[in-house]
């Protein structure tokens, strides 16, 4: 089946500093991807829809400078946390819509720890 | 978008069927439902989708009423590795503006 591969799946990093995750589409071309975060022992809440070629759709209450979204091929959505402070740690999952049944397919999640 | 409502959590033993019902009340004319398990530290896999009626693939079947308010996910023989969390989702594939809000699953437990 389609699979969507987020990388890297895990990081540390210092308060204040920016961190890029990637989500790369590996055997579709994905024209809209998701991002969405997840704290402990939550669900997933929606956080932009990335459209290739387009400026993201960012969901309310998501700051927009904040969580860049970048989506320059059919095949890669990136998502930048900038000046990242401790209350940004959290599970960062991507997915992407494809296959012939408009099956949405989730990347394995990329766990971010801020210092 | 059509909310969906889930029992937070559940247990079972080994080698039952698990039935785990979601509401969805306000469910669109072309809106499908789907379900997605997730284990800890990872993201949602795929389980099924339908429309109406009946669905059954290899791990699990999809029971829809005719008034489509609500949804069944049945998990038959259930073993340890299914402990996960499960979400039912609403929403029309392939739409361009398709995205899919979770609710907050059921925890389903199984023990030995």
């Known amino acids: 089946g389609a699979v969507v591969s987020q990388h890297p799946s895990w990081v540390i990093c210092k308060s204040g500093t920016s961190v890029k995750i990637e989500c790369r589409s590996l055997?579709?071309?994905?024209?809209?991807m998701f991002w969405y975060r997840q704290f402990p022992k939550q669900s997933l809440m929606l956080m932009a829809t990335?459209?290739?070629?387009?400026?993201?759709?960012?969901e309310q209450g998501v700051e927009k400078d904040k969580f860049l979204i970048n989506h320059a091929s059919l095949t890669l959505s990136t998502l930048t946390v900038t000046s990242a402070h401790p209350e940004d740690s959290s599970f960062y999952i991507c997915?992407?819509?494809?296959?012939?049944?408009?099956?949405?397919?989730f990347g394995e999640g990329s766990r971010l720890t801020v210092l | 978008l059509a909310k969906t409502t889930q029992p937070i959590s559940m247990d079972s033993y080994e080698g039952q069927e698990v039935n785990i019902t979601c509401s969805h009340n306000?469910?669109?004319?072309?809106?499908?439902i789907t379900w997605y398990q997730q284990f800890p530290s990872q993201g949602p896999r795929f389980i099924i989708q339908g429309y109406k009626t009946k669905v059954t693939n290899e791990v699990a079947s999809l029971f829809i009423p005719a008034d489509r308010k609500s949804s069944t996910l049945s998990l038959p023989r259930v073993s340890l590795s299914d402990t996960a969390v499960y979400y039912c989702l609403v929403g029309v594939p392939m739409d361009s503006s398709y995205k899919l809000i979770f609710g907050s699953g059921t925890r389903l437990l199984v023990r030995p």
């Open positions: 997915s992407a819509l494809g296959g012939l049944a408009g099956e949405l397919f």
């Open positions: 055997d579709f071309q994905a024209t809209t």
């Open positions: 306000n469910i669109a004319t072309n809106d499908y």
């Open positions: 990335s459209n290739e070629g387009s400026k993201a759709t960012y």
